[in-house]
């Protein structure tokens, strides 16, 4: 009888162990949906507060002089470059008219196609913001001049560099 009794007890305390066990994984079960949900609202947050930097040149018209106060906001982001497309001026020179900015100083840019508005394979050299506010230089750039700002993402989706084209 004694056995019978232990029998029992051990056999209710095993099922009651396994409803608790059951039912708490149930319950994780309905809850993973929703804490998926949240996490990626929370990366979304987190990308958006990210971005948000960068939010003044999102496809805005701005100025020669934005481009200088760009350079000097963005000196602490390595990798970060700033991509400038100057207007076509009779009798200067082609090829100092697309030019590129590392504002880190790290000297150099990854390569940038223009036209497409998208990186390539490669580097390519960088100037300084002494170079463009030098108004005797070959890539001066007229704080009256007016440029549209795009944003580039590299292929993380992250902000990578800035493209500024002449209107």
């Not at 979304?44 to 760009?70: C, H, K, M, P």
């Not at 590392?102 to 390519?124: L, Q």
């Amino acid at each position: 009888m004694e056995n019978i009794a232990s029998f029992l007890k051990t056999t209710i305390s095993i099922l009651i162990t396994l409803a608790i066990i059951s039912s708490g994984l149930f319950l994780w079960g309905k809850t993973q949906p929703v804490v998926e949900l949240a996490n990626n609202q929370a990366a979304a947050q987190a990308r958006a507060l990210s971005e948000q930097q960068y939010s003044a040149f999102d496809n805005q018209l701005v100025s020669g002089s934005q481009i200088l106060t760009a350079y000097r906001r963005y000196e602490s982001q390595p990798g970060f470059c700033l991509y400038i497309e100057r207007p076509y001026v009779y009798g200067q020179d082609a090829s100092n008219r697309q030019i590129s900015m590392n504002p880190s100083g790290e000297g150099y840019c990854r390569e940038f196609d223009f036209t497409s508005g998208k990186f390539k394979e490669g580097t390519r050299s960088s100037w300084t913001d002494e170079d463009i506010s030098n108004a005797s230089g070959s890539v001066y750039i007229s704080p009256q001049s007016r440029y549209r700002a795009k944003l580039i993402k590299d292929k993380n989706e992250r902000i990578a560099a800035i493209y500024f084209q002449a209107q």
